[in-house]
């Protein structure tokens, strides 16, 4: 098992344990000052908790591809690299393990779970059980995205997981192909990919690239425009 193995170990373990911890400090908070009223409240919370992590999933998709190299400390190895392997080698997701599938995006979740910790006692209880709601619940849908992008690469993903994608509730393979034309610069959002279709046309993306001086050539965008019409 080579070091980056172990940091995915560490990382899982690390959500695994921080996000159990939140949910019990969240029942404390219930039982302190809960009611009906808010777990609807809740409710809507997790509905916009998966709305949130498909963006995430897009601005974290975006940075990786086009910002940083492989040698950037930690998240380079861990979380660039892969992303910009993913291109060359589209099918190599579906060979990764448990581990590799899953490190990653545990380690982007630990520092945010660290934050509410830490401020988990200075709001009132009810506060407190709806943002560690929204919150564990955007990690939870952040953490099954790898999963979820694995499986829009698979031939035959298991009978649920086509339903779900034929549905449109999660990533579907024809929706996700179209960010694995060249030059890569649309369709980011990998875990519904229902805000595709905002983050694209608001052409917030592109002025990023094109204000960084990482745009490509004119060339490589009309070939892009012209596969998209
Ligand atoms: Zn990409
Ligand atoms: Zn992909």
Redesign the pocket.
């Known amino acids: 098992m080579n070091y980056l193995r172990v940091l995915d170990a560490f990382s899982i373990v690390g959500y695994f344990v921080l996000s159990a911890w939140l949910a019990l400090r969240m029942l404390g908070s219930y039982a302190l000052d809960g009611d009906g009223l808010l777990l609807f409240y809740s409710a809507i919370g997790l509905l916009l908790a998966y709305l949130a992590a498909d963006l995430l999933s897009g601005i974290v998709h975006f940075l990786a591809d086009n910002f940083g190299n492989a040698d950037t400390p930690v998240l380079g190895p861990a979380l660039i690299h892969p992303f910009r392997d993913?291109h060359d080698d589209?099918q190599g997701?579906t060979r990764h393990g448990f581990l590799e599938t899953n490190g990653n995006n545990c380690l982007i979740c630990i520092p945010v779970l660290l934050g509410i910790h830490y401020i988990y006692d200075w709001i009132s209880p009810r506060f407190a059980f709806l943002l560690g709601a929204a919150v564990n619940g955007t990690l939870a849908f952040i953490f099954l995205t790898n999963q979820i992008?694995k499986w829009?690469?698979q031939s035959s993903p298991a009978s649920f997981v086509s339903m779900l994608q034929r549905t449109g509730i999660i990533l579907s393979p024809s929706h996700?192909a179209l960010?694995?034309r060249a030059p890569h610069l649309t369709n980011y959002c990998?875990t519904s990919g229902w805000l595709n279709p905002v983050l694209d046309r608001s052409g917030i993306l592109r002025l990023i690239l094109r204000i960084s001086g990482k745009l490509p050539g004119p060339e490589s965008l009309a070939r892009e425009d012209g596969q998209r019409t």
């Open positions: 993913h589209p997701i992008h829009a690469h996700h960010h694995h990998i």
